[in-house]
């Protein structure tokens, strides 16, 4: 069994977020694209629900010998591999997907938020630390991607609960937090959430709003101002969402966002981003021009 035989058929126009879109300059795109599909290749094999988990383990065992170059035959590795040496890259970072992945397969719940934030840290955050050293961007930006990432990874948790409790029989609401709500996670296969479901959803949304205030400064820390206008669409993208968590009900209402709402969400965030960028600037001036 080959990994493409697996493969889901989704690609990054299918993502909630954007992925090497047209803000990014030409030149960068290549390198996330070629991680993406590595992801994307990871993913699909981690997610399928008709595979056993030996195969599934078997198959991420092969993605991770060709990335590092023990093997030749799974082309998103190799292509990645290749896109890394030609740009003095490391692949830790997409080893470390591999390791979330593969947990995927062989853990279905989880105990605690920590746990939950720790899964986080090697299945999101690695993503946004590999666009920013694309980029040449420093490290110590990688405090606020850690915590953007980690909400994106959670608003699409939230999103897709029932789909991943029904399907693949996978819960990453936290067990405590529903024991303390006196539910278990049969709560999930509901048409509806229940008002006590609804208080634990609640709650992981105002957690995940914590992370974005802490990640709201992210796009102004960025030198690259194209990256830095995408990752401000982004945050504002996962405000939008964290917000619908909030109004609508992820088991029985759409929390995704529409085309049509796309155009009024992109012109706040370049409204954002332009008073992040030029605001003090502009009182700079302001001020150095007073009499």
């Keep these: 069994m080959k990994a493409a035989e697996?493969?889901?058929?989704?690609?990054?126009?299918?993502?909630?977020?954007p992925v090497a879109s047209m803000l990014i300059a030409r030149k960068h795109r290549p390198a996330i694209m070629a991680f993406y599909r590595f992801a994307r290749a990871a993913d699909d094999i981690a997610d399928n629900a008709a595979a056993t988990p030996t195969a599934k383990l078997a198959l991420l065992e092969d993605l991770r010998a060709n990335l590092v170059g023990e093997a030749g035959d799974a082309p998103e590795a190799v292509a990645l591999r290749e896109v890394l040496a030609e740009r003095g890259l490391t692949n830790a970072h997409a080893?470390?997907?591999?390791?979330?992945?593969r947990q995927d397969v062989t853990k279905q719940r989880y105990n605690s938020w920590h746990e939950l934030l720790d899964y986080c840290r090697y299945s999101a955050v690695p993503?946004?630390?590999?666009?920013?050293?694309v980029h040449g961007e420093s490290r110590d930006t990688w405090p606020a991607n850690?915590?953007?990432?980690?909400?994106l990874q959670?608003?699409?948790?939230?999103?897709?609960c029932k789909k991943d409790y029904r399907e693949l029989d996978r819960v990453y609401i936290p067990l405590d937090m529903l024991e303390r709500a006196s539910l278990?996670?049969?709560?999930?296969?509901?048409?509806?959430?229940?008002?006590?479901?609804r208080g634990v959803l609640t709650e992981m949304v105002r957690r995940t709003e914590e992370l974005l205030a802490t990640s709201k400064p992210f796009a102004s820390q960025i030198k690259d101002r194209r990256l830095s206008l995408e990752v401000s669409v982004i945050q504002t993208l996962a405000e939008d969402l964290a917000q619908r968590l909030l109004d609508f009900d992820p088991l029985s209402e759409r929390v995704h966002h529409t085309r049509g709402e796309m155009p009024g969400l992109l012109l706040r965030s370049v409204r954002h981003f332009v008073s992040a960028r030029l605001g003090p600037k502009r009182t700079?001036?302001?001020?150095?021009?007073?009499?």
């Excluded at 697996?6 to 977020?17: I, P, Q, T, V, W």
């Excluded at 850690?146 to 909400?151: F, I, P, V």
């Excluded at 959670?154 to 897709?160: A, E, P, T, V």
């Excluded at 700079?284 to 009499?291: D, H, K, N």
């Design 6 to 17: 697996l493969a889901s058929g989704k690609g990054h126009k299918d993502e909630n977020f």
């Design 95 to 101: 080893l470390e997907l591999l390791a979330a992945f």
């Design 127 to 133: 993503v946004g630390r590999f666009v920013l050293d």
């Design 146 to 151: 850690d915590a953007l990432c980690t909400a």
């Design 154 to 160: 959670i608003i699409n948790h939230l999103q897709d």
């Design 184 to 197: 278990s996670t049969l709560a999930l296969a509901k048409d509806k959430s229940s008002l006590a479901l």
């Design 284 to 291: 700079g001036l302001e001020s150095a021009s007073r009499p």
